[in-house]
């Protein structure tokens, strides 16, 4: 598998990260997305050091991670439920013909 060298700034200091070819444009997104965390973080809580902003952002991002796969599982809970009462309906209208 081949990798290749991207180059990504977060909060004004350059990056170079190894990745495979076909992951450079999610690598960029990724690095994008915690540099305007990383920013906002900074901005909002006037924290100076780097290590301080990246843990809260990473804290931010884990939280938002977490929040966004109980959501998921709660659609998946209220997709299956529909996809029964659907089944059932289907079978109740089968049984009458």
């Known amino acids: 598998m081949s990798q290749e060298t991207v180059h ?7 990056y170079a990260v190894a ?5 450079r444009s999610g690598l960029i997104e990724a690095a994008a997305y915690l540099d305007g965390k990383m920013r906002e973080i ?3 809580a006037k924290l100076v050091g780097l290590e301080r902003i990246a843990v809260m952002a990473a804290l931010n991002i884990a939280h938002e991670s977490l929040q966004a ?4 599982k709660q659609v998946g809970v209220d997709v299956g439920e529909e996809l029964r ?13």
């Open 8 to 14: 990504v700034s977060i909060l004004d200091r350059d």
């Open 19 to 23: 990745c495979a070819p076909e992951e």
């Open 42 to 44: 900074r901005g909002r």
């Open 69 to 72: 796969r109980t959501e998921l």
């Open 85 to 97: 009462k659907l089944n059932a309906r289907i079978d109740a209208a089968l049984a009458k013909s």
